[in-house]
C-alpha cells in the first residue's frame, strides 16, 4: 500500500493538461464530477458544448481545456501581463523583440504560484479556499442564513472555519454538488457584492450582465484571486515581520514614555495608572508576539482574503487597496495626459464630468476613481481594436454611413475608430437584436486578440494613439520602444491600479516599502535618535521604490 501511495504521489506531477491518466486505472478529479458540474465548468469558461450531452463528451471537453484554465492559466494572458508577473516575482524579463511569448510563458511557468499538484489538490477540496476572499460581512451573511453557530466575538477566522466547516452539509441538504459549487454558494451577495469582487481584483464585469454571469465570473477566478491573495500577503507579512524583528528593540530603548504610552494606546495594550517608562518598555516587549500578530501577520492575512473590506485596517490600506506605490505610479502617468483622454477614461467608468472643468480638476477626478477598471464594454472599447477588426465590425454592424467609412481603401484608423464609437452608440441606444449583434462581435475580437494587441499596428499608429494621451514620441524611437509604451498607457486607461496584471507590479513591488511606511508610521517615530536608524533603511527603500517607477 505504501508502494502504491508513493507512485500516485509521483503520478499527479506527470500529466500536464488533461490529468486523466495520473495512475494505470484511475480518474481525473473532474471525472468524478456530477454532469451539472461538467457543464457548469464548460459554461463559466465559454467552452462551447453540446445539450443535452453524453458524459463522455463533457469529460473530454474539460480534459482539453483543463491545463489552460486551471494548470497554467497564465497560457492565455498578452505579452505585457505575463512581463509584469515576472516583475512582481522580482524576475528578469527580456525586453523587446526577445520577449518572444512563448518565452515569456516558459519563465512564468517556472515561478508561477503553484505546482501542478497543488493545483490537483486544491480542486480535490474547494471548500479549503473558495471562501477565503470573501469579505467578514459576506461570511457573517452565509453562516446566519444556514444557521451556522459562531461564538463571540465573530472575527473574520473563525467565520471562515465555521463556513468551511458546513459548506458540504449545507450542499447536501440542498441536495447541491460542491465540487464546483453552482449558484447556491452565493445566495446572500447581492449584484453590487459580485460586481465589487470582481471590480476589486481587476476582473471585467460581463456585459450585458446578469446575475447568473456575474456568479459564473466570480466562481471561475475565484481559485486566480485567492492564489494573488496569498501571495501578496506572504510577502507584505514577510516583509513586515522582518522590519519589527530587526528594530523593536531599538526603538523600544530610543522612546521616551510619551511614545511608548502612545503605542500602548494605538495596539490596545492597556495600561495601568502610573506606569513609569521602564515598566512600559516591559509591558511592550511582554505583548510584542502577541501585537506582531494581531497587527501584521494576522490582520494582513485577513485583509487580503477580505479584499481590504475593512476601510479601517491601516496595513491593508498600505499594501493592497490604497497602495501608494499603485498609486503614484498612476499618478506620474495620468499627469502626463491631455484633457481629452483624461474625460475618456472618466466617461469609459461612466462617471460624468462637469462641464468645464480645468486639467487639474479632471485629474484630480481620475486620481479618485483610479482603482476603478473599465468595466463592461463602451465607445472606447474600440481603442486598442486592429484595423481589420474595426472595419470588420463596421461592415456587420454599423448602419450605412459607417459602412461607406469601412469600404473607404484610404481610411485612416481614427476614422474607423470614430465611425465605430458612433455606431456602438446608437446600437447602445437602440438596443434589442443590434446591440446584442454588437456586444457579440465585441466579445470575440476581445477574447481573440487579447495576446496580441498592438503587434500589428503601424509606426504611425502607434504615433497616433501616443498623441491621443498627449505623449510626446522621442524622435528615433524604435518599433518595439513605441509598442511598449502604448501597452503601458492602455494598461492604465484600462483597468487604473486595479490592473490584473500591468499596474499589480506597483502594487507587489512596492510591498517593501508599503509595509515599511506602515511600520514606521504605526511607531509614529519622534525620537531623533530611532531616526536617525532608520535614515539607511528609508534610503533603501526609495531606492527600491524609484526603480520600481522607472520600470513602470
Not at 464546483?180 to 447581492?190: A, D, I, R, V
Not at 464594454?377 to 486598442?384: E, G, I, L, V
Request: charge should be neutral; glycine fraction near 6%.
Amino acid at each position: 500500500m505504501r508502494f502504491l501511495n508513493v507512485l500516485w504521489g509521483v503520478a499527479v506531477s506527470t500529466h500536464y493538461v488533461g490529468a486523466s491518466t495520473w495512475f494505470p486505472g484511475s480518474k481525473a478529479l473532474y471525472n468524478k464530477w456530477h454532469e451539472t458540474e461538467l457543464e457548469r465548468w464548460l459554461s463559466d469558461h465559454d467552452i462551447p458544448h453540446p445539450t443535452p450531452a453524453d458524459r463522455k463528451d463533457l469529460e473530454s471537453l474539460v480534459e482539453k481545456s483543463w491545463g489552460d484554465y486551471v494548470v497554467a492559466p497564465y497560457s492565455n494572458w498578452d505579452t505585457a501581463d505575463l512581463s509584469a508577473y515576472l516583475q512582481a516575482k522580482g524576475k528578469e524579463s527580456q525586453d523587446g523583440a526577445a520577449a518572444t511569448r512563448d518565452n515569456l510563458v516558459s519563465q512564468v511557468k517556472d515561478n508561477w504560484y503553484e505546482t501542478e499538484e497543488k493545483s490537483y489538490q486544491a480542486w480535490a477540496s474547494v471548500k479549503d479556499w473558495i471562501l477565503d476572499t470573501w469579505t467578514e460581512s459576506q461570511l457573517k451573511a452565509f453562516c446566519d442564513k444556514h444557521d451556522i453557530p459562531v461564538p463571540q466575538p465573530r472575527q473574520r477566522d473563525t467565520l471562515l472555519q465555521k463556513a468551511r466547516s458546513g459548506y458540504e452539509t449545507i450542499a447536501n441538504k440542498a441536495g447541491q454538488a460542491t465540487s464546483y459549487p453552482g449558484n447556491w454558494l452565493y445566495e446572500t451577495w447581492s449584484e453590487s457584492d459580485l460586481k465589487d469582487w470582481l471590480d476589486t481584483r481587476g476582473f471585467p464585469v460581463p456585459q450585458p450582465t446578469t446575475r447568473d454571469k456575474l456568479i459564473a465570473s466570480v466562481r471561475r477566478n475565484s481559485r486566480l484571486a485567492y492564489l494573488k491573495a496569498q501571495d501578496q500577503a506572504a510577502s507584505a507579512t514577510a516583509s513586515a515581520q522582518s522590519a519589527y524583528a530587526t528594530l523593536t528593540d531599538m526603538i523600544i530603548d530610543a522612546w521616551g514614555e510619551s511614545q511608548l504610552k502612545e503605542f500602548c494606546d494605538k495596539n490596545s495594550i492597556s495600561v495601568p495608572q502610573g506606569t513609569k517608562a521602564n515598566e512600559l518598555r516591559a509591558l511592550v516587549r511582554k505583548h510584542r508576539a502577541a501585537i506582531l500578530g494581531d497587527t501584521v501577520a494576522g490582520q494582513a492575512s485577513s485583509a487580503f482574503g477580505a479584499a481590504t473590506s475593512n476601510a479601517q485596517n491601516q496595513y491593508a490600506k498600505a499594501t493592497d487597496s490604497a497602495s501608494l506605490a499603485a498609486q503614484d505610479a498612476f499618478d506620474r502617468t495620468v499627469s502626463a495626459w491631455s484633457d481629452t483622454r483624461l474625460k475618456a477614461y472618466l466617461d469609459a467608468r461612466g462617471i460624468p464630468v462637469p462641464q468645464g472643468s480645468k486639467k487639474n480638476e479632471l485629474e484630480a477626478l481620475v486620481r479618485k476613481h483610479s482603482h476603478k477598471a473599465a468595466t463592461g464594454w463602451s465607445a472606447w472599447t474600440f481603442d486598442d481594436f486592429t484595423y481589420d477588426n474595426l472595419k470588420n465590425y463596421l461592415v456587420q454592424n454599423g448602419d450605412a454611413i459607417a459602412k461607406k467609412v469601412a469600404e473607404k481603401k484610404d481610411s485612416t484608423r481614427d476614422e474607423l475608430v470614430s465611425a465605430a464609437q458612433s455606431a456602438y452608440s446608437s446600437a447602445s441606444t437602440a438596443g434589442g437584436s443590434d446591440f446584442a449583434s454588437a456586444t457579440s462581435y465585441i466579445a470575440s475580437v476581445t477574447a481573440s486578440a487579447k495576446n496580441n494587441a498592438f503587434d500589428t499596428w503601424s509606426e504611425s499608429e502607434l504615433k497616433a494613439y501616443l498623441d491621443s494621451y498627449g505623449i510626446p514620441v522621442p524622435q528615433g524611437s524604435k518599433l518595439e520602444d513605441l509598442k511598449a509604451q502604448v501597452r503601458k498607457e492602455s494598461t492604465y486607461f484600462k483597468y487604473g491600479t486595479s490592473s490584473p496584471g500591468g499596474t499589480i507590479l506597483a502594487k507587489l513591488g512596492e510591498t517593501a516599502r508599503d509595509g515599511w511606511n506602515w511600520i514606521t508610521g504605526q511607531f509614529r517615530l519622534g525620537s531623533d535618535a530611532a531616526q536617525q536608524k532608520f535614515s539607511e533603511a528609508e534610503e533603501q527603500a526609495r531606492a527600491k521604490a524609484k526603480q520600481t517607477r522607472e520600470d513602470l
